[in-house]
Nanobody
Framework: QVQLVESGGGLVQPGGSLRLSCAAS????????MGWYRQAPGEEQRELVA????????NYADSVKGRFTISRDNAENTVALQMNSLKSVDTAVYYC????????????????WGQGTQVTVSS
């Protein structure tokens, strides 16, 4: 059973930092793109925060450029999000997302999501 497990959320004051981590586990043949999305309170949809390809190419939402940094460890099947200069508008549930191919015989790629981790920025 493939799963993504996030960690590192919590309460932080404005201007502070947090580091989120996500580990993919299970019988995995390969992982393509990985990324972080978030869903703010009262919002119905998740928005892209940052993505990273297997070769390390990154993409960021304009609202987090210069403050957040995404990274991954292909050997460990992990992705991290370093968040600096946090603002109250960054308060949200953060979700890890990965496109991966499990060892299930059908040779197809699937999108997997983590369970989410709460980030609250407040004084």
């Amino acid at each position: 059973q493939v799963q993504l497990v996030e960690s590192g959320g919590g309460l932080v004051q404005p201007g502070g930092s947090l580091r989120l981590s996500c580990a993919a586990s299970g019988r995995i043949f390969g992982i393509s793109d990985m990324g972080w999305y978030r869903q703010a309170p009262g919002e119905e949809q998740r928005e892209l925060v940052a993505t990273i390809t297997k070769d390390g190419s990154t993409n960021y939402a304009d609202s987090v450029k210069g403050r957040f940094t995404i990274s991954r460890d292909n050997a460990e099947n992990t992705v991290a999000l370093q968040m600096n200069s946090l603002k109250s508008v960054d308060t949200a549930v953060y979700y890890c997302r990965a496109q991966l191919r499990p060892y299930n015989g059908d040779r197809k790629w699937y999108i997997y999501w983590g369970q989410g981790t709460q980030v609250t920025v407040s004084s």
